[in-house]
């Protein structure tokens, strides 16, 4: 399929990427030129072959049942552009 | 349990209920941080680095909740994975720092099960599992802080969930309710999650959909968030009647989300304020898929206390009890403590009828729990016990159980203060007997006739003579000897 | 002066323990040559005030005889690696003004080890990029010109300002990462000695996420002992990240004697690529000759699947940063562009927030990833990744290492970027097969193009045994013997 304009636009909002309108046709030609150029991929047989996983052969560790951090919210609060009594903000979400 | 329908104008229609209940795990540390996940913290307080997702932050998963996953995936009776893996759920939200959940998708740690619930009428049915899953809980947003906007606080953020999903088994909102009862119960039992509805340490989402019966699945609509057991059999029933009513105006149902809203009676859609979701799931590349042995598994199943189900049968089997008193007994374990303790000191029938009426009359009445109950399982089997070598009536006992319900004070106690220990000296309840024959000699005279009714009145004249205290067994006898000799 | 900034990492190292010279001296040089090498761009932000602090102290402990593994030695930080109360912008507008409160693993092991910082170094946006032109703080200059041509050249990318400062003189060695070849490219196309080891080796705790099953960091030095110097400083076992490998850090440094002697080199013929420059192809050449000179044994083998590694890597990169730039939304750090809802406050952010490149791969991968598109591109990606990790399995049961030029081409002109992003992408076509299948490799510097541009050759190895890879390098090195200098340099 052809990554076309609306697709383009689709994923955009998908991404919470504002594209100018102007810039989705050009947008559109390039995603698709990569798109396309992937697509070699279909002539590789994969039959059979597990996806990997990792790169590291090494089982997942377990953390014990600590507390070890948090106790700061200054600190996660500080580089926040409107935090506010040490809560973060958005702009008003209507539930 | 007889069939549940509903009536419509075109005749009968079944309910389809499936459910997706959240249990946060019962941890110190969240799922992948080392940030604390008690209750009721200051703003952000309880908030590390990863999650607060600072560029880089990578996650480490806390072993405990997979202990406690395994766990409740046995006690779920559930084929058990030793391998999973984690996924990216993405979505962009104010309460999501990450912009995706880590969750897990097509390779859960838990698959399928089955647990046996426990209807009204006594009867039991089992519903398949589908899953379970563990994944991170989202922060929470808070909208009355400020006119324009919108205060987050990620204390929540990250803390871990197990996500159970049932099978689509349930056909009636009280199964519905019964499921939600014996999950709750048994994550209690074992400890994986508190169950603590109230503070959403568990709420549910109830899939319902109707059709006629015999007929295929109708559409669903999911009902979110639900966090009392009683909201889910009011919401199952609520839900069904507006697609009944819809369908049969010749409308059609929508796959949607939908909110119970408890106050107004009433299900409503949440579709405007929800996007078309693409969550373009894969597994997290910061993390290794999850991995444990056999031994491992043997070990959760071995920390594992009796459960429900298996204790209920033990209750039926060695105390004598139906099936109704034991789930009654065993839903909740503080109560099938308490109730085993109780036994010990008397007739094991007569200690459930104790402890689910008479105790349970007065918890409800004073607003108590079996925790806080002011007599404990050792004094209501004191009480029990001198039912059983009859040093009181069972008329006696229900008042000395208001009095140590009120003061908290021993049975053995009060009756000695009190003196309202039974009297089983023959001598002096002959005496009593005597003076009551003597007494009334009309009474004598019709019961000689042929009223032989009349015993009870005598009985109940020898007792009040004697202030409760006589033996009512030693009581009949007498009169009987006397007034038939 | 300029014989201070003329000293490699390791000689500086020496001359600091003997007291020959103090880290104040040293960093002070370097704090000039930062200055001085501004026109290059490579710096994004200069901490001279902390390197002159940090310089004291080594002082004071190699006084005290206490000097750790690069006491007093001055290094500069790619803008990757979060700094703590440092800015740290990962070349990216989004990240406007975000002081990190922690320090990367890494830069954490290397001031452990008594290093010095000297600043943030420029890079491609959010590391994605092989000219370093996608940085929100403008393009990095190569400091090396060809010969009789002013025109200005790319660093190549993404660690474009480390490449550039290191081989300038602008710092004594500099961190990199490389998700495709972000370390090994530039290090090629600006003379230098580019490191990246084995996929687990060194934490990525604290580096700003591009392509999390890809990342890894590593040194960038001016040779081959420095590199081996500079990894055992930065690599270890980090419980804070789950793919971070429980093993030994061996002492790298001792790996580098014993010579290629009976070494197994393999040389694989589908890096023979269609266009590839007579310069490069006679490097090539070149390099196996010494190779076998010093009595390595050289095997032809075969990795047959390595066409497709671009593409794959073209899925599998974008769509994990798809979702590791989720978080970049504009609500706990850094830029916000407001809006009146919440979407419209996302939307805003990261439509300006983010520049063009990063948006492209941030589409791309968002595409493939979307309903209906997963098994097709990322699933299909992941095991084409597997059979290209199964190809070097095979050839390492043949040879020890791998021989192969580091890249296609010499540094280009900055305005002779492809306009095409595939075409662009093809930089990265010899150092991509490495990063998906999690493996280490060095590109080395070693001869210069017919217009005197600096051109690397690259050695890959088996996961962990950078020592290996690292004693080849120091053969390759020594039979090339580089010392080929860029125009500019600082100082």
Partial sequence: MALDKQTVAKVAHLARIKVPEARLESLAGELDGIVNWVEQLGEVDVDGVAPMTSAVETGLRWREDVVDDGGYAEKVTANAPDAQMNFYTTPKVVE | MAEYRLKGETGEWEVVIGLEVHAQVTSQAKLFSGAATAFGADPNAQVSLVDAAMPGMLPVINGECVRQAVRTG????????????????????????????????????????????????????????????????????????????????????????????????????????????????????????????????????????????????????????????????????????????????????????????????????????????????????????????????????????????????????SYGLSGYDASVLVADWEIAAYYEEVAKHGDPKQAANWVTVELFGRLNKADKTIADSPVSAESLGELLALMADATISGKIAKDVFDEMFETGRGAKAIVEEKGLKQITDT?????????????????????????????????????????????????????????DG | MTDLLDLTLTDARDKLVAREISSVELTDAYIKAVEAARPLNCYITETAERAREMAEASDRRLKDGKAGALEGLPLGIKDLFCTEDVLTTAGSHILDGFKPPYESTVTRNLWDAGAVMLGKLNLDEFAMGSANLTSHYGPVKNPWKRQGDDKDLVPGGSSGGSAAAVAARACLAATGTDTGGSIRQPAAFTGIVG???????????????????????????????????????????????????????????????????????????????????????????????????????????????????????????????????????????????????????????????????????????????????????????????????EDFAKAYQQCDVLLTPATPSAAFGIDEEPSDPVQMYLNDVFTVPANLAGLPGISVPAGTDDQGLPLGLQILGRAFDEETVLRAAYALEQAAGFTGRPQFQAG
Wanted: glycine share 8%; with cysteine.
């Fill in chain 2, 74 to 317: 046995l006690a779920l009776n559930a084929a058990i994975n030793k391998v999973s893996v984690f996924s990216r759920k993405n979505y962009f939200y104010a309460d999501l720092p990450q912009g995706y959940q880590i969750s897990q998708y097509d390779q859960p740690i838990v698959g399928e099960g089955e647990i046996e619930i426990d209807l009204p009428d006594g009867s039991t049915k089992t519903v398949g599992i589908e899953r379970l899953h563990l994944e991170q809980d989202a922060g929470k947003s808070m909208h009355d802080q400020h006119p324009k906007k919108s205060f987050i606080d990620l204390n929540r953020s990250g803390v871990a969930l197990m996500e159970i999903v049932s099978k689509p088994d349930m056909r009636s909102p009280d199964e519905a309710a019964a499921y939600v009862s014996a999950l709750r119960s048994i994550v209690r039992y074992i400890g994986s999650c508190d169950g603590n509805m109230a503070e959403g340490s568990m709420r549910a989402d109830v899939n319902v959909s109707v059709r006629k019966p015999g007929e295929p699945y109708g559409t669903r609509a999911e009902l979110k968030n639900i966090n009392s057991v009683r909201f889910v059999r009011q919401a199952v029933e609520i839900e069904a009647l507006r697609q009944i009513e819809i369908l049969e105006n010749g409308g059609t149902v929508d796959q949607e989300t939908r909110l119970f809203d408890p106050t107004k009676g009433e299900t409503r859609s949440m579709r405007n304020k929800e996007e078309a979701h693409d969550y373009r799931y894969f597994p997290d590349p910061d993390l290794l898929p999850l991995e444990f042995d056999d031994a491992f598994v043997e070990a959760c199943r071995d920390s594992l206390p009796e459960l429900p189900a298996e204790k209920k049968k033990r209750f039926m089997e």
């Fill in chain 3, 195 to 389: 490191l990246k080891p084995s996929y687990g080796r060194c934490s990525r705790w604290g580096i700003v996420a591009f392509a999390s099953s890809l990342d890894q960091a590593g040194p960038m030095t001016r040779t081959v002992r420095d590199a081996a110097l500079m990894l055992g400083a930065m690599a270890g076992f980090d419980p804070k990240d789950s793919t971070s490998v429980d093993r030994p850090v061996p002492n790298y440094e001792a790996a580098l004697d014993g010579g290629v002697k009976g070494l197994k080199v393999g040389v694989p013929k589908e890096y023979r690529v269609d266009g590839m420059p007579e310069a490069i192809q006679q490097l090539w050449d070149q390099g196996v000759a010494w190779l076998k000179d010093q009595g390595a044994e050289i095997v032809d083998v075969s990795l047959p699947h390595t066409k497709y590694a671009l593409p794959a890597y073209y899925i599998v990169a974008p769509a994990e940063a798809s979702s590791n730039l989720a978080r970049y939304d504009g609500v706990r750090y850094g830029l916000r562009v407001d809006g009146d809802s919440l979407i419209e406050m996302y939307e805003n952010s990261r439509g300006e927030g983010f520049g063009e490149e990063v948006k492209r791969r941030v589409l791309i991968g968002t595409y493939v990833l979307s309903a209906g598109y997963y098994d097709a591109y990322y699933l299909k990606a992941q095991k084409v990744r597997t059979r290209i990790a």
């Fill in chain 2, 427 to 483: 001598g002096a309840i002959e005496a009593i007997v005597d003076q009551v024959i003597a007494d009334n000699p009309g009474q004598v005279e019709q019961y000689q006739g042929g009223k032989t009714g009349l015993i009870g009145w005598f009985v109940g004249q020898v007792m009040k003579a004697s202030q409760g205290k006589a033996n009512p067994q030693t009581v009949n006898e007498l009169l009987k000897q006397k007034l």
